[in-house]
């Protein structure tokens, strides 16, 4: 008797849990139409930023590939010429490449960067089929000339841009409170999943 009245009260505090959370709102979010949003620092898929006047940030100096712990990052420089000025450097990176399967998203590369050109973004959506669909050329990681953030050296009389230094505040052109649906990134989706973007 004494066990059968345990296995009861065991029922009923087992369905009290139940009954608690059965009246609640379901947390489900309708995924991928509704995205959830994030940490403001939640650190996602990398981009690399242009200056204001389209210049590219990025200057090659390969700060970014030195700091990664997990070697994923690939710089490679050359030097800009007066016919094709593509950074304010001397230098652009000619061939930047981060492998997305190695990386860890710890930030280092952001934080290494002199120019503010790498950031990582809110965007976590990379699934892929294939091994090499996760290593990110400049064609995926380079936004827009129209996206280019900030007043670039050349145009400073003593050659520092005056945005340094403030990637918290410029995290990135994805758009956070709007579930980046807004951006460049959130365009590209929208065109290759046919609206799913939302
Ligand atoms: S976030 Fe970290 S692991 Fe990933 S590329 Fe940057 S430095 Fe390397
Ligand atoms: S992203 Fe920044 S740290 Fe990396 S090569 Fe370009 S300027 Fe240097």
Redesign the pocket.
């Known amino acids: 008797m004494r066990t059968f009245i345990g296995a009861i009260v065991s029922l009923a505090q087992g369905f009290y849990t139940t009954f608690q959370f059965f009246f609640q709102k379901k947390p489900t979010i309708a995924y991928p139409s509704i995205k959830k949003q994030h940490a403001p620092r939640f ?1 996602g898929l990398h981009e690399l930023r242009r200056y204001a006047d389209g210049k590219e940030r990025c200057i090659g100096c390969e700060l970014c590939a030195i ?4 070697n ?2 690939t710089v490679i420089g050359a030097e800009n010429t007066p016919e094709d000025r593509r950074s304010p450097g001397e230098r652009y990176a000619a061939r930047y490449e ?1 492998d997305e399967l190695r ?7 952001e934080e290494a960067c002199p120019t503010d050109a790498i950031v ?1 973004t809110p965007r976590f959506e990379m699934s892929d089929y294939r091994r090499g669909s996760f290593i990110y050329a400049k064609d995926r990681l380079l936004v827009p000339p129209e996206a280019g953030v900030g007043t670039s050296p050349d145009e400073r009389p003593n050659g520092i841009p005056s945005d340094l230094g403030s990637v918290l505040a410029q995290k990135s052109t994805v758009d956070i409170a709007s579930g980046y649906s807004a951006t460049w990134r959130g365009e590209l989706l929208k065109t290759d999943r046919k609206g799913l973007a939302g």
């Open positions: 650190h700091a990664c712990p997990a994923a990052i981060i990386c860890i998203f710890c930030g280092l590369c990582l």
